[in-house]
T-cell receptor, first 113, second 115 residues
């Protein structure tokens, strides 16, 4: 399975933008880039996903490098409720085990008031 | 997307006993997934449960320890058998949000402490 690398932790101030990086240098052409977050004492929550083009939704934006070897999750204005562990996950839809999600350690985001 | 109700939310159990965790979904789903999250760690997939067939277990997990039932398209149970303190973890179930590549929904988890 293709692996991702994320910083262990990041800090941000409330109402400022946050850029969470993810490296996936061994990504294949059929890997989608998924982001989940896990708030304290909750199960993971889907945030966004993309393949090649940048994506926006109500929660965040996903910027994907042209070579697809890295991506950045962008929270445009961090709030205290965004404090969570953020997971960057590659999901390959081409194989027999395409339903699996493999979680790495993720990035613990701390938001300061 | 699907809404998951998971019970119990937490429990403290004696070693050597078993606990059954329930996962109820508000819509019919083909596959349901069970994960374990050990203290301070990330999530690890235990098994995939399809209705009408035996669950498929990941490496390191066996049916005798984690028997799974999937009686219909909206419900599944995971049993943690003959528990030891090493089984203290959060157990979560998950389903696809909708057909296709739209990600997954997770339950809020069952926090298990074995004493």
């Amino acid at each position: 399975d293709a692996k991702t690398t994320q910083p262990n932790s990041m800090e941000s101030n409330e109402e400022e933008p946050v850029h969470l990086p993810c490296n996936h240098s061994t990504i294949s052409g059929t890997d989608y880039i998924h982001w989940y977050r896990q708030l304290p004492s909750q199960g993971p929550e889907y945030v966004i996903h993309g393949l090649t083009s940048n994506v926006n939704n109500r929660m965040a934006s996903l910027a994907i490098a042209e070579d697809r070897k890295s991506s950045t999750l962008i929270l445009h204005r961090a709030t205290l409720r965004d404090a969570a562990v953020y997971y960057c996950i590659l999901r390959d839809l081409s194989g027999g085990s395409n339903y699996k999600l493999t979680f790495g350690k993720g990035t613990l985001l701390t938001v300061n008031p | 997307s699907a809404v998951i109700s998971q019970k119990p939310s937490r429990d403290i159990c004696q070693r050597g006993t078993s606990l059954t965790i329930q996962c109820q979904v508000d819509s019919q789903v083909t596959m349901m997934f069970w994960y374990r999250q050990q203290p301070g760690q990330s999530l690890t997939l235990i098994a995939t449960a399809n209705q009408g067939s035996e669950a498929t277990y990941e490496s390191g997990f066996v049916i005798d320890k984690f028997p799974i039932s999937r009686p219909n398209l909206t419900f599944s149970t995971l049993t943690v058998s003959n528990m030891s303190p090493e089984d203290s973890s959060i157990y979560l179930c998950s389903v696809e949000r909708q057909g296709g590549n739209y990600g997954y929904t997770f339950g809020s988890g069952t926090r298990l402490t074995v004493v």
